[in-house]
């Protein structure tokens, strides 16, 4: 029989703050989700492969070049203003690109600047909302808050790149920019009733974004994150070009394939990291994606698409939320902001270097190749993590 001190703990994790944030991580996502189809767009200006990577990968540098202040941002400012801040960047930007038209060699340097602006944004967003989350949840269900807050994201990752596909082969890529941005405007607007809940305070002894790097466990976390980037570099920017090489029609089978795998672990399984540690599940995550990949580089129909999509999304939705909580855990409010900005700017990191290595590996050998070594940045941590003998606590901070 459950207790009412139980019962309490589990109400209090579906609080209003909670369902605000989730509502307007969902339409922000969603706009972000549109961009999955950009490559599509630069082909069509006569772009290739490794301009894909190029501009993909600009939006995931700045992430990474701004991380450190974006952190010390979110922990000086609060959770909320540095969410509307982001949020407004990311309204704005992608209504920009209907400036761009014919050969991408005439507007490429504009197109970078956009990209890279709209990193910023992403950035802040990304690092404000998971923060603020990671705020407001009980801590006996840090992971199944953090994973179902993240499933209302991978909702509009689903939703985003369909729409976007509809609108795009039906109107063009005016609308299909204009639209990104109105949906993006909504999330703008709900978070103006989101209450702050964090209030910045002067430590005496701060620590720096950089000197978190020197515990042991928050390293290793921060270099999965990263071959994770690598990853998701892979599934976001060279997917839809690749299915389109093969003649498929429903480009988005495998988006819809990846979020819907990834929000029913987040939804049947959100309290398997809580009850047994992330450690345990982590390596689960990564055979996932690997293996998902693997199988996506053999791609002939519509069947292994989706067989692809779901193994990945099952490895997203059960590594995103594991490594966030565990970077987190037990860790001090005051540098929640910089951790936060550590995992989720290793991920860009990885991003970004991942779009421009991919992006020349597939011009090179081909998609299945890009793909082939696309999982061999995971695998090994299969065997780190079944070890375990990194991942010791460390009880600095």
């Known amino acids: 029989m459950v207790s009412k001190h139980t019962l309490r703990i589990r109400s209090s994790l579906y609080t209003r703050p909670f ?82 038209h014919g050969d991408i060699s005439g507007f490429y340097i504009p197109l970078l600047i956009t990209r890279f602006i709209y990193g910023i944004g992403l950035a802040i967003c990304f690092t404000a909302s998971f923060t603020y989350v990671a705020d407001i949840v ?48 909504i999330a703008f607007f709900i978070m103006f009733f989101l209450p702050e809940t964090y209030k910045a305070e002067i430590d005496p002894e701060e620590v720096s974004f950089f000197s978190l790097l020197k515990i042991k466990n928050i390293l290793i976390i921060s270099s999965v994150s990263f071959c994770f980037g690598v990853v998701i570099a892979a599934t976001g920017n060279f997917v839809s070009p690749f299915v389109k090489e093969k003649g498929l029609a429903f480009i988005s089978l495998y988006y819809i394939c ?8 987040r939804i049947s399984g959100g309290r398997l990291a809580d009850r047994f540690g992330e450690r345990m599940i982590i390596p689960y995550g990564l055979a996932s994606m690997s293996i998902g990949l693997i199988i996506l580089s053999f791609l002939r129909d519509e069947i292994i698409l989706a067989i692809a999509g779901i193994l990945s999304g099952c490895g997203h939705g059960l590594l995103f939320p594991s490594l966030n909580s565990l970077i987190i855990r037990g860790r001090p409010d ?49 065997i780190i993590f079944i070890k375990g003998s990194s991942y010791e606590k460390d009880s600095r901070y």
Not at 353 to 366: A, M, Q, R, T
């Open 258 to 265: 990846y979020s819907g795998s990834a929000i029913f672990i």
């Open 334 to 382: 005051s540098i929640k902001g910089k951790l936060t900005g550590l995992f989720t700017g290793s991920i860009d990191l990885g991003i970004f270097i991942g779009s421009i290595f991919l992006g020349y590996i597939g011009d090179w050998f081909g998609f299945k190749v890009l793909f082939l070594i696309s999982s061999l940045f995971l695998l090994p941590w299969v």
């Open 19 to 100: 369902v605000i944030i989730s509502i307007a991580n969902f339409f922000n996502v969603t706009s972000f989700g549109f961009f999955y189809l950009l490559p599509l767009f630069i082909k069509s200006c006569n772009g290739t492969e490794s301009d894909i990577g190029i501009v993909m990968g600009t939006a995931s540098f700045s992430s990474v070049m701004l991380r450190p202040w974006i952190s010390e941002m979110v922990d000086r400012i609060g959770r909320k203003r540095s969410y509307i801040i982001g949020c407004l960047i990311t309204s704005v930007i992608p209504a920009l690109y209907i400036m761009f």
């Open 138 to 185: 009980p801590k006996e269900r840090l992971n199944e808050g953090i994973g179902m807050f993240g499933a209302t994201g991978l909702l509009g990752l689903a939703i985003g790149p369909l729409i976007a596909e509809i609108i795009m082969d039906s109107y063009g890529f005016f609308l299909f920019f204009i639209t990104s941005s109105i949906i993006a405007g």
